[in-house]
Structure formats: C-alpha cells, structure tokens
C-alpha cells in the first residue's frame, strides 16, 4: 500500500465476479456465421435440455472473483501473479470496464488504456489507423493529442503498409503490435497489460518492457499481469499474488514470488490417478511427473531453449529386482496429436530397479518446443514386457516463449510446435 500522503487512483472494495458454467459471451462474427448459427438454434436448444436435465444436480455458478480488495497509489507499477484460471484476468477486464463485477464496487481515478486480449477494443471493419482515432478518442484525447502521438505509433506497431487495411486481416502479431502502441503511447493515467505481449517476438517483448518501464518512470500507474516473473521483479514497485480468486499475498516483488514458488512446490510434481485409463502388467507403474531445471529446482514451466530435467515417479509392486527397464517419453500437442518420441533404450541406457519407489530423469537440452501446452506421455517397458502405459499421459509440460535460436526469434507457436536448430549454408 501506499502512505496516506499518495493519491489512490485504483480502488477496489469487495470485488466479486460470478459466472455461469457453461454461457458463452457474445463475440464478433460475420453475416454468414449469424445464419448457421440461426439455423442450428433448434438442434442447440435440444442439446442444451438434455445437459439442463443431465447437469441439474451440479454447481451452476463459478466465483471467479471473490471479495478482492485493493488500493493501487499513483506511479505504482503493481504486477499480478498467479496460476492460469486464478482470475488474474478477471480484475484487469472489470478494471477496464469490459465486464461488470457481480459484487463489490471499483472506483479510477484517471484514464485507462488496456492491452488484455487480441483485439480488445478494436473495431475488426475498421482500418489500423481509423482504429487509432477511435481508441484516442475514448480515452477522451482530443484529435491534435492523438495525431501528434499518430507517427510514433505507427512505426513502434510496424504497421505503416497495413495501416490502411481493416484489423480483421491483421495476424495476431500486428493485432498485438497495434494494440500495445495505442495503449502506451496515447498516455492514459493508468496503464493495464495482461500476458498477451507474450504473442509477441522476443525483440517486440523487449521494446514493451522497455516501453512499460518507461510510463512508470513518467509517474504512470501500470498494472501488469506475467508469468515472466523476472519481469515483474524488475518492473514492478509492488507485487499481489492472487490464488482461487482471493488475494493471498500483498507485498515487494521479491517477497510475494517467492511466496508464489513456495506455494507451487506441492503441486509442481503431478501425481498420476491410480485408477487412470492404463495398460502393462503393474510390475513397475508412473506415480508422478514433474519438471526441473538443470540445478534441480522443481519450476511449474519452462522456456523455449532452456536445458530441462524430466521427472517420472515410479513404485515397483513386488520384491524382485527388475532388470532391463527400457523409459519411453512422448509429446503430443493438447489435441493429441504426436510430436515425437525418446526411449531411453535408443541412447543405450536401460535401468535396473530394485528400489520399492523412486524417480527416472531424462535430461532435454536446447528444449525444442515452442511455446505452448503438450501432453507428456510416458511408457515403461520390461524386456519385451509392457509394464505401464497410462493412455492419457503423465502429466502437462508448460512451455513459454524462450530464445531457441539465439538471435531473438522464438518460432512460429501455435503454427508450428517443434523447433529445428539447423544451420544455413553461404551461398556458393
């Protein structure tokens, strides 16, 4: 908190957000779309009954929010951490007035530029620079403000040949380019940034962070929300951790990562539900996976490049040693579909286990994922014998974006989940 002599310019009191499981919002969509969706209003209705009756007995509202309580002081750079899903998000979009709290009550002091979603705030027919005008124009600048303001926009977003064509046809890149310009140089009061400059390259994430230090400095108040927690540290004044909805920790950057990482270490090794889907014998079974770096630090993600340590818990059934234990891993996409495989038997190593419990690690340097979400699979052979195969995996690996090349480009995610480090040729 700041002292009572600093002026507060965020404050929320008992803030709540509730929603209802399984309503969607409304979202932008073209003429076409607007007539499937009329046609198959029927076929939907009948499924939605069905679930109705189905579903009647469970929980039908999710407290994403619930009783937060916050006083950010002018100049403050606050940062905003905690797991995917803890409702992060959720305070920076009531924050911005795009959705309503269900509870509680929010008063700012100042304008308020955001950058929180693709396209948030972005009129998709309108061209890039009818879409500068417009946000300027909002936050309540008048047109000489925004104009001087307009060449230095264009040229931090990169944009100046599409500037004249709609954003729909923009990739998410330039979406995000645009948006972050607009954001930060139209000099709203307060600035509120959530992890989508992660859809950036590396080089644009620099010139952001750089951008962000440099409202601060200016004696802006940023909120912004990472799971770059170096970033936080360095940018930020002060630091919340927010779990399940509530704020659990308040204080110094350094103190509440810390906090953050502790709260983790139980949770960053996934046990593996006995009764998952899984065939073998259930001689030697998976209890567990986890991820370290190289130092032995369990983290709950890892970056593009990075050298990481694999960790599969194992319980051996019965009291025989068991020899020639060949550890198979496989990564999939989240829709499943796979990427590539390593046994340890095609590197010459094979195990022999006489321990009751215990953990197999695999060393993968140079980590060549980009950055995403995979489904890690696992498969213990004995000899010829399957031992354990759970169908559904061992466990999630996080990936975010890294410097995989060395030279500041981390790939194509989302397009194109594997990364080759291959080498060009001169020309002859």
Same mark, same amino acid.
């Given at each position: 908190m700041g002292?009572?002599?600093?002026?507060?310019?965020?404050?929320?009191?008992?803030?709540?957000?509730r929603?209802?499981?399984?309503?969607?919002?409304?979202?932008?969509?073209?003429?076409?779309?607007t007539?499937?969706?009329?046609?198959?209003?029927?076929?939907?209705?009948?499924?939605?009954?069905?679930?109705a009756?189905?579903s009647?007995?469970?929980?039908?509202?999710?407290?994403?929010?619930n009783?937060?309580?916050?006083?950010?002081?002018?100049g403050?750079v606050?940062?905003?951490?905690?797991?995917?899903g803890?409702g992060?998000?959720?305070?920076?979009?009531i924050?911005?007035?795009?959705?309503?709290p269900?509870? %509680?009550r929010?008063?700012?002091?100042?304008r308020?530029?955001?950058?929180?979603?693709?396209g948030?705030?972005?009129?998709?027919?309108?061209?890039?620079r009818?879409?500068?005008?417009?946000?300027?124009?909002?936050?309540?600048?008048?047109?000489?403000?925004?104009l001087?303001?307009?060449?230095?926009?264009?040229?931090?977003?990169?944009?100046?040949?599409?500037?004249?064509t709609?954003?729909?046809r923009?990739?998410s890149?330039?979406y995000v380019?645009?948006?972050?310009?607009?954001?930060?140089?139209?000099?709203?009061?307060?600035?509120l940034?959530?992890?989508v400059?992660?859809?950036?390259?590396?080089?644009?994430q620099?010139?952001?962070?750089?951008?962000?230090?440099?409202?601060?400095?200016g004696?802006?108040?940023?909120?912004f929300?990472?799971?770059?927690?170096?970033?936080?540290?360095?940018?930020?004044?002060?630091?919340?951790l927010?779990?399940?909805?509530?704020?659990?920790c308040?204080?110094?950057?350094?103190?509440?990562?810390?906090?953050?990482?502790?709260?983790?270490e139980?949770?960053?090794?996934?046990?593996?539900d006995?009764?998952?889907?899984?065939?073998?014998?259930?001689?030697?079974?998976?209890?567990s996976?986890?991820?370290?770096?190289?130092?032995?630090?369990?983290?709950?993600l890892?970056?593009?490049?990075?050298d990481?340590?694999?960790?599969?818990?194992?319980?051996?059934?019965?009291?025989?040693?068991?020899?020639?234990?060949?550890?198979?891993?496989?990564?999939?996409?989240?829709?499943?579909?796979?990427?590539t495989?390593?046994c340890?038997?095609?590197t010459?190593?094979?195990?022999?286990?006489?321990?009751?419990? %215990?953990?197999?690690?695999?060393?993968?340097?140079?980590?060549?994922?980009?950055a995403?979400?995979?489904?890690? %699979?696992?498969?213990?052979?004995?000899?010829?014998?399957?031992?354990?195969?759970?169908?559904?995996?061992?466990?999630?690996?996080?990936?975010?974006?890294?410097d995989?090349?060395?030279?500041?480009?981390?790939?194509f995610?989302?397009?194109?989940?594997?990364l080759?480090?291959?080498?060009?040729?001169d020309?002859?």
């Amino acid at each position: 908190m700041g002292s009572a002599r600093e002026e507060v310019v965020i404050r929320a009191e008992g803030l709540g957000k509730r929603y209802q499981i399984g309503r969607s919002t409304a979202a932008y969509g073209t003429l076409r779309d607007t007539i499937a969706d009329l046609a198959a209003a029927p076929i939907r209705a009948l499924g939605r009954l069905r679930k109705a009756r189905a579903s009647s007995r469970q929980p039908r509202t999710i407290w994403a929010l619930n009783d937060i309580n916050l006083e950010v002081c002018q100049g403050e750079v606050l940062g905003v951490i905690g797991r995917n899903g803890a409702g992060k998000t959720t305070l920076l979009k009531i924050l911005s007035r795009i959705t309503e709290p269900s509870a %509680g009550r929010v008063e700012l002091r100042g304008r308020v530029g955001s950058l929180l979603e693709v396209g948030t705030g972005f009129h998709p027919e309108l061209t890039g620079r009818e879409n500068i005008l417009l946000n300027g124009a909002i936050l309540g600048m008048r047109r000489s403000e925004i104009l001087r303001k307009f060449d230095e926009i264009v040229s931090f977003a990169e944009i100046g040949q599409f500037l004249d064509t709609p954003v729909k046809r923009y990739s998410s890149g330039m979406y995000v380019r645009l948006a972050f310009a607009v954001a930060a140089h139209l000099e709203p009061e307060i600035l509120l940034i959530d992890e989508v400059l992660a859809v950036g390259d590396l080089a644009f994430q620099r010139r952001c962070l750089g951008k962000v230090g440099e409202a601060a400095r200016g004696g802006r108040t940023v909120l912004f929300v990472s799971h770059n927690m170096a970033a936080v540290e360095n940018l930020c004044t002060r630091c919340v951790l927010i779990n399940g909805g509530q704020i659990v920790c308040d204080g110094s950057p350094t103190e509440v990562i810390s906090a953050y990482v502790r709260s983790q270490e139980q949770q960053l090794k996934t046990g593996i539900d006995e009764t998952a889907r899984r065939s073998g014998s259930g001689r030697l079974v998976f209890t567990s996976f986890g991820v370290e770096t190289i130092q032995g630090t369990a983290v709950p993600l890892v970056r593009s490049g990075e050298d990481v340590v694999l960790v599969f818990g194992y319980r051996k059934n019965g009291s025989a040693k068991v020899n020639n234990v060949d550890l198979g891993i496989a990564f999939y996409t989240e829709h499943g579909h796979p990427l590539t495989v390593l046994c340890s038997s095609y590197t010459g190593k094979t195990y022999s286990v006489d321990s009751t419990t %215990g953990e197999f690690r695999c060393v993968i340097e140079n980590l060549p994922l980009a950055a995403g979400r995979y489904v890690v %699979g696992g498969r213990l052979l004995i000899g010829t014998e399957e031992a354990d195969w759970p169908t559904d995996g061992v466990g999630l690996l996080e990936v975010e974006r890294g410097d995989f090349f060395g030279t500041g480009h981390s790939g194509f995610d989302g397009h194109a989940p594997l990364l080759l480090d291959g080498h060009f040729l001169d020309l002859p």
